[in-house]
């Protein structure tokens, strides 16, 4: 029900945006997010989105680089990433929370809806 793209290959400095198309109108009501994870590692917080779009949250390490949007018209959520950094290379993932909460979730235990990822690869 959520299919993320828009991973890749990028040199430092270089840009991507990446996708999360949702099937289904009533994922227009629900808060979304980013998620990364890296080889070893644990699935962290990247970004989050409330449903009109009003409300975002990041993580410190990408403040001021990446921007989340959604555009319900086109049941798609994106994460724009500027000034990719190789300590950014990880499988991004986007989920979406069904529990019409008001604040918006930064733990994976929060979402219940998960695309597979799309990887990202910054080169140095």
């Known amino acids: 029900q959520l299919q993320a793209s828009g991973g890749g290959l990028v040199q430092a400095g270089g840009s991507l945006i990446l996708s999360c198309a949702t099937s289904g109108d009533i994922f227009k009501y629900f808060a979304m997010a980013w998620f990364r994870q890296a080889p070893g590692e644990k699935r962290e917080f990247v970004a989050a989105i409330g449903w009109s779009g009003d409300v975002t949250a990041y993580t410190n390490s990408v403040k001021g680089r990446f921007t989340i949007s959604r555009d319900n018209a086109k049941n798609t959520m994106y994460l724009r990433m500027n000034n990719l950094k190789p300590e950014d290379t990880a499988a991004y993932y986007c989920?979406?929370?069904?529990?019409?909460?008001?604040?918006?979730?930064?733990?994976?235990?929060?979402?219940?809806?998960w695309g597979q990822g799309t990887l990202v690869t910054v080169s140095s």
């Open positions: 989920a979406a929370d069904s529990d019409y909460s008001v604040e918006l979730g930064q733990t994976a235990s929060d979402y219940d809806y």
